[in-house]
């Protein structure tokens, strides 16, 4: 490496020290611990977790992010339109979505079949757009 590019790298690496905000949370020490007007935390902390006892039990477990939804691009736009007109996320719609298809055999069924031909279409272009770049790829 050149000696000039080494000592720039070595540069960027210190970083210019911020000054510490202030968020509003500072504690005061002239307030004296064993007065009556301070909270005691542990009667506090007491008092709401017996008034609301922490069961999760009901909440909904959510799955990590990680799939990709890959839609048309006319369908998406529409889905996507939608949800941000009903203030949704599309998560929240496709969750919905299926637990009402779910419920219904018979538009189970319909909704599988547009799928699997859809499918069918999608494994064709795929095909063809193979065919393409390695027609052309050949060509040159």
């Known amino acids: ?14 970083r210019p020290s911020v000054p510490p905000r202030d968020d509003g949370f500072r504690f005061d020490s002239s307030v004296n611990p064993d007065s009556q007007d301070s909270v005691d935390v542990t009667v506090y902390a007491q008092t709401v977790t017996s008034e609301s006892p922490r069961d999760d039990s009901n909440l909904p477990v959510i799955a990590k992010k990680g799939r990709l939804i890959r839609l048309e691009r006319g369908i998406q736009e529409e889905l996507l339109s939608l949800c941000q007109d009903e203030g949704l996320t599309l998560e929240l719609f496709v969750e919905a979505a299926f637990l009402n298809i779910r ?35 050949y060509q040159s």
Not at 110 to 137: D, H, I, N, P, Y
């Open 103 to 137: 419920r219904n055999e018979r538009l189970l069924r319909r909704v599988l079949t547009e799928a699997g031909e859809r499918k069918e279409k999608r494994k064709w272009a795929a095909m063809v757009r193979r065919a393409r770049t390695l027609s052309q790829k």
């Open 1 to 14: 490496m050149e000696p000039n590019l080494l000592e720039r790298l070595k540069q960027k690496k210190t």
